[in-house]
């Protein structure tokens, strides 16, 4: 069967070159993760993310909620090798699978730093080429000397620590071996050239591959769509990917929060700003009051709303798509929405003096200028018979 290169999107950087990964599986590569970068992910509508390199420092990096996120929307997260390793190891308990050496450094806690990947490297337009070599290599190169009989335990130590002493912008090979060479004998800097010579394992790209070749033999398995619990982001969280995501269009991608601006200038945008307040207002009281709806109430109302769309069910994956929605988000929109119904009918308990249905009813008609129209119609001739006698024909004295 012939797959989707989106099936199986991957954020990668100077831990192997793209072309290269997708020489070795069908994917999509992206670039390096920054923050917000695996929410724009999701509707590519992958089966499984691939989580290698992302950016730190000068850009915000990516976010513990985006991939939580993917994993609430079915999608499988992979980690491995940089960013990845850190990131599978926070969130391994939630779902996230770490995958190489690195993440199981981490996760056994035989290294702490996240620097311990950090390194220099070139941009895009280079290809995320590496400048300077992260410690994590170090410290595999002098596991493997030393198994070689390359180095001797302390020649070893000392290599690692040569490597610690120098800032990660400054890690170079010939800047670590420039600092060890002091602390080794002639001998042992000879047979570490001899050694290096024959070329150096990279324990980032060896991770990366295993990284890709988890996560795609994942989606080449047909297995089913982990589900991750579902979950109440902030409201700091909401905004963020309200304005941050994209949503898929007959023109391509478009990013969420150009529609919200759009939106802003709509002659009603100030009506469907309230309904859609009032309707989080009341869901969060109907919460704060420790009210819940089951999963088949939520689903009833999915069903209704559905039906009120008039979108039969073959095209509702496009419409959501082009709505800026899938399953889990619309699922929350329903809750909420079955929340509110909640709070509706039970208005006249919710407050020690509720208003019933036909205050409700009245004030509303009254605000929209509904009660006129309406009092004409009762008063019509053709239901005069049944109305209230005039109530002011015995008012006043004689």
Excluded at 230 to 255: N, Q, T
Aim: hydrophobic share 45%; charged share 30%; proline share 6%.
């Amino acid at each position: 069967m012939k797959r989707r290169a989106d099936e199986l999107v991957v954020f990668l950087g100077p831990s192997l070159p793209a072309d290269e990964a997708r020489r070795r599986v069908a994917c999509t590569v992206l670039p390096p993760a920054r923050q917000g970068d695996v929410w724009r992910a999701l509707a590519r509508r992958p089966r499984a993310i691939a989580l290698i390199d992302g950016v730190f420092e000068a850009q915000p990096s990516v976010w513990h909620h985006e991939l939580l996120a993917a994993l609430e929307a079915g999608v499988a997260v992979f980690g491995g090798s940089s960013m990845g390793a850190l990131r599978a190891v926070e969130l391994a308990p939630h779902g996230v699978v770490g995958v190489g050496r690195v993440f199981g450094w981490y996760r056994d806690g035989v290294v702490t730093d996240d620097a311990e990947v950090a390194l220099l490297h070139a941009d895009a337009e280079h290809g995320w080429r590496p400048l300077t070599v992260p410690l994590v290599n170090v410290r595999h190169l002098a596991e493997r000397a030393r198994e070689a009989r390359v180095l001797d335990a302390r020649a070893a130590r000392s290599l690692v620590e040569a490597a610690e002493a120098l800032f990660y912008q400054e890690r170079t090979w010939p800047r670590v071996l420039e600092r060890v060479s002091a602390r080794w004998s002639a001998a042992t800097l000879a047979r570490w050239r001899a050694w290096a010579a024959t070329g150096l394992e990279d324990l980032k790209r060896l991770d990366a591959l295993a990284c890709l070749d988890a996560a795609s033999a994942w989606v080449r398995s047909g297995a089913p769509a982990p589900k991750g619990p579902r979950r109440s982001p902030s409201s700091l969280v909401r905004r963020r990917r309200l304005m941050e995501d994209v949503s898929r269009s007959a023109g391509g991608f478009v990013p969420s929060g150009e529609v919200v601006t759009l939106l802003s200038e709509h002659p009603d945008a100030t009506e469907l700003a309230e309904a859609g307040l009032r309707r989080a207002l009341l869901a969060g009281l109907a919460r704060s009051f420790g009210l819940t709806v089951t999963d088949a109430e939520v689903e009833a109302v999915r069903e209704d709303w559905w039906e009120s769309r008039n979108v039969p069910p073959r095209r509702r994956a496009g419409w959501l798509e082009e709505n800026g929605l899938d399953d889990v988000s619309l699922r929350r929109l329903c809750e909420e929405l079955a929340l509110e119904r909640l709070v509706l009918t039970r208005a006249s308990r919710m407050l020690p003096d509720g208003p019933s249905w036909e205050e409700a009813l009245a004030s509303e008609a009254r605000l929209r200028g509904l009660w006129a129209q309406a009092a004409r119609a009762a008063s019509s001739p053709g239901r005069r018979a049944s109305s209230t006698p005039d109530p002011t024909e015995k008012v006043g004295s004689d």
